[in-house]
């Protein structure tokens, strides 16, 4: 898929191995409800794989709805990363997930 076919906000590249992968706010669901992230990878910047969920809320999770800005971070091993969430009853807050690779399945680091 070529980079003007990838419908996000907010968009994030992380280097890594080789490689880049592109994270970002779903551009269909950045203002109601939502259900996670998808990671995109390339080689060039401008043809990619993907879309990968890399994140799904589930039923327990305590936001659905403006999943935005994901930024993800390597440390120590761990890929983390960095967004925004918000509920119909709860103002917006930043949880942070974690995953042991930059595009496999993002869980969150702690409860919210």
Not at 30 to 59: Q, R, T, V
Not at 94 to 105: E, H, S
Request: aromatic share 18%; proline share 5%.
């Amino acid at each position: 898929m070529h980079i003007s076919e990838i419908h996000v906000r907010d968009p994030f590249i992380l280097p890594y191995d080789g490689k880049y992968y592109l994270y970002g706010t779903r551009g269909e669901t950045c203002w109601g409800l939502a259900k996670g992230f998808d990671c995109y990878i390339s080689e060039d910047l401008e043809n990619f794989d993907g879309p990968f969920e890399i994140f799904d809320a589930g039923e327990d999770f305590w936001a659905d709805r403006h999943f935005w800005a994901p930024e993800v971070h390597l440390y120590n091993g761990k890929f983390y990363m960095f967004a925004s969430f918000k509920s119909e009853d709860k103002c917006r807050g930043t949880q942070i997930l974690v995953c042991d690779t930059p595009n496999g399945t993002f869980k969150p680091l702690t409860d919210s």
